[in-house]
C-alpha cells in the first residue's frame, strides 16, 4: 500500500439530503427565532427584575451583539476547529444559555446568559447555509435554499406567536425552555448524519487578534447605536455621536486591515465576487422590509387597534402560512425559468402588498389585512430565495461559509436597521402629522365644529356639567388626533419600504445569468 492511500482520508459515508436538511434547519431556525421570540415576553420580564423598559430591552440587545459577532466569524471559527465541530459546539452552547436564561434569577445574569445563547446561536445560521449548499446538487440549489430560507425567514414571524403564547399560558423562562428538547434532537441528528467535506479549510497559523478586536468593537457600537438610537433621541446624545464615531473608525480599520493581513478573521476579498455583493446590498434592503414589517405590524394592531399581544402578533401568520407554501414552489421554479424575472417578480409583487398598506385607516381588522399580507407571503420567496441561491452560486466550495457568513451578516444588519428605521418614522411621522392635523382645528372648520357639537350632545347625555363636556369634548379631539396621526404615520413607512424593494429593481438585472453561472461553475470544476 502506497503513502498516498495511508494518508488520505475516507471519504464521509453517503447520508440522505433530506436527513442532513432537518438537523442543520433545527439550529437556524432556533438561533434566528431566539432574536425576536422575547419581545412579547419583555413586559413581564420588566416585573421579574424589577427593571424599566430603556433597561429590559438590553435582554434582546445582548443576544443580538453576541450573535452578530460569531455569524461574522463563522468562516474563521470553522477553519480553526472544523465546521461540523463549530456547529455542534454552537448548538451546545446555544442550547446551555437558553436553560440558564430560563433560571435567570438577576437581571445581570440574564444579561451575560442571553450573550452565551447568542455566541452559541451566531455561527449555526450562516454554517446552516453553508451546509445545505453543499449538500443539494447543483440542479437543486434552489430548493436547498428554499427550505433554508423557511427556517431563517418564518423564524421571525413565528417568534413573536410562540414567545406570545408561551407567556401567557405558562410564563417567560418557557420562551428559554422551550429550545432546550428542539437543540437536542438537532445535536443528536447533526452528530449521526452531518460530516465535514475533505476540501475544507483546516487549521490557523496566526490568530488574527486585531482583526477580532476591530470586528467586536465595530458590530457592538453598530447594535448599540441602532438599537437604542431612538430612545436616546439620536445624534442628540452624546452616548449615540460617541458610539457612531467608535463605530465608524472601528470598520474603517476593520476593513482596512481585514485587506492586508494573510488570515483574515472576515474574508472581505471574497467581495470581489459580483454576485455576493450584489446579493448582500439586496440581502440588506430584505432585512430591513422583513423585520421592519415584523415589527411594525404588530405594532399598528397592538397600539391602534388594541388587540392584546398574542392577537398581534397572529397578524403575521397569513405571511408565514404564504411563506410555507411558496418557498419550495420557488425554488422548483428556479430550475426552469430564469432568475432575474423571479427576482423582479417577487419585487412587484411585494411592492404591491405595501401600496396595499399605505391603504389602512383605523376601521380596519385583522381580516381586512389578511389578503394583504397573503400577497406579501407570495412576493417576498421570490426575492429571498432566489437571491440567496444567486448570491453564492458562483464562490468556490472552500470559501462557502466565509461568503454564507458575509450574506447572513448583511441581512442581520438589514434587520437590525428595519427596527431602529420603522421606530424612528413613526416616532417623527406621528409629530409631523400631528402638527399639520392640529393646524386644521380652528372655528372655520365644519368637520372640528360637527364633532364637538356631537361630543357635546353625548356627554350632557351622560350627565357631565357644562365645564367638564368643554374639557372632555377637547380631549377627545387631542386622543383623536393622535390616533389619526399615529395611522399617517404607519401609512409612510409602508410608502417608504415599498419604494425601498422597488428601489432594488436595477440590481436584480445586475445578477448573473444562468448562463454565466453554469460557465464560471465549469470554470471552478476544472480548476
Known amino acids: 500500500m502506497d503513502s498516498t492511500s495511508l494518508n488520505s482520508k475516507p471519504a464521509p459515508p453517503a447520508v440522505n439530503k433530506w436527513l442532513i436538511t432537518v438537523a442543520v434547519m433545527f439550529g437556524a431556525f432556533m438561533a434566528v427565532m431566539d432574536i425576536s421570540v422575547v419581545n412579547v415576553s419583555l413586559p413581564h420580564m420588566m416585573g421579574t427584575f424589577s427593571e424599566d423598559i430603556s433597561a429590559i430591552t438590553w435582554v434582546a440587545t445582548a443576544y443580538s451583539i453576541a450573535e452578530i459577532i460569531m455569524v461574522t466569524m463563522a468562516g474563521w471559527w470553522s477553519a480553526l476547529i472544523g465546521r461540523k465541530r463549530l456547529y455542534l459546539f454552537s448548538f451546545g452552547l446555544f442550547t446551555l444559555g437558553s436553560m440558564l436564561c430560563g433560571t435567570a434569577v438577576s437581571f445581570p445574569q440574564m444579561l451575560f ?224 425559468v430564469e432568475a432575474r424575472l423571479l427576482v423582479t417578480f417577487g419585487i412587484f409583487v411585494t411592492c404591491w402588498a405595501y401600496y396595499d398598506l399605505t391603504q389602512l385607516s383605523l376601521s380596519v381588522g385583522i381580516w381586512d389585512m389578511v389578503p394583504t399580507l397573503l400577497v406579501m407571503g407570495v412576493g417576498l420567496p421570490f426575492v429571498f430565495v432566489t437571491t440567496s441561491t444567486l448570491s453564492l452560486s458562483t464562490i468556490p466550495k472552500v470559501n462557502m461559509t466565509d461568503a454564507s457568513s458575509l450574506y447572513t451578516l448583511a441581512r442581520r444588519i438589514g434587520g437590525n436597521m428595519g427596527y431602529a428605521l420603522t421606530a424612528t418614522l413613526v416616532s417623527r411621522g406621528v409629530q409631523v402629522h400631528r402638527v399639520q392635523l392640529v393646524s386644521q382645528i380652528t372655528p372655520y372648520n365644519f368637520n372640528f365644529n360637527d364633532f364637538q357639537q356631537q361630543a357635546a350632545a353625548f356627554l350632557a347625555h351622560a350627565g357631565l356639567n357644562p365645564a367638564a363636556i368643554k374639557q372632555t369634548g377637547l380631549a377627545l379631539v387631542n386622543l383623536l388626533i393622535s390616533r389619526q396621526a399615529a395611522m399617517l404615520a404607519y401609512n409612510d413607512v409602508s410608502w417608504i419600504m415599498g419604494f425601498m424593494f422597488l428601489a432594488t429593481l436595477p440590481m436584480a438585472f445586475m445578477l448573473p445569468s444562468r448562463k454565466k453561472i453554469a460557465q464560471r461553475q465549469k470554470e471552478m470544476n476544472a480548476a
Request: charged residues 10%; aromatic residues 12%; glycine residues 10%.
Open 113 to 336: 446568559y442571553r450573550v452565551i445563547q447568542g455566541i452559541g446561536g451566531g455561527a449555526l445560521i450562516p454554517v446552516s447555509q453553508a451546509i445545505l449548499r453543499e449538500t443539494f446538487p447543483q440542479e437543486e440549489q434552489g430548493m436547498a435554499m428554499a427550505l433554508w430560507g423557511m427556517g431563517v425567514v418564518l423564524a421571525p414571524a413565528t417568534g413573536p406567536i410562540l414567545g406570545g403564547w408561551l407567556t401567557d399560558n405558562y410564563g417567560w423562562p418557557w420562551v428559554f425552555y422551550i429550545n432546550v428538547p428542539v437543540s437536542i434532537a438537532g445535536i443528536l441528528m447533526v452528530a449521526a448524519y452531518v460530516h465535514d467535506p475533505p476540501y475544507l479549510r483546516r487549521g490557523i497559523k496566526r490568530v488574527d487578534w486585531l482583526g477580532i478586536f476591530l470586528l467586536s468593537v465595530a458590530l457592538t457600537t453598530l447594535q448599540i447605536v441602532m438599537e437604542r438610537g431612538e430612545q436616546e433621541n439620536w445624534f442628540d446624545s452624546r452616548m449615540i455621536q460617541l458610539g457612531a464615531a467608535v463605530c465608524l473608525i472601528s470598520i474603517v480599520g476593520l476593513i482596512y486591515w481585514e485587506l492586508k493581513t494573510d488570515e483574515p478573521v472576515v474574508n472581505f476579498r471574497i467581495l470581489r465576487n459580483s454576485a455576493l455583493s450584489l446579493g448582500a446590498t439586496m440581502g440588506i434592503v430584505f432585512g430591513i422590509v422583513l423585520f421592519g414589517s415584523t415589527f411594525i405590524l404588530p405594532q399598528f394592531t397592538q397600539t391602534l387597534l388594541g388587540y392584546p399581544a398574542f392577537d398581534a402578533a397572529l397578524v403575521l401568520a397569513p405571511r408565514a402560512m404564504m411563506l410555507i407554501v411558496c418557498m419550495p414552489v420557488v425554488g422548483r421554479l428556479y430550475r426552469h
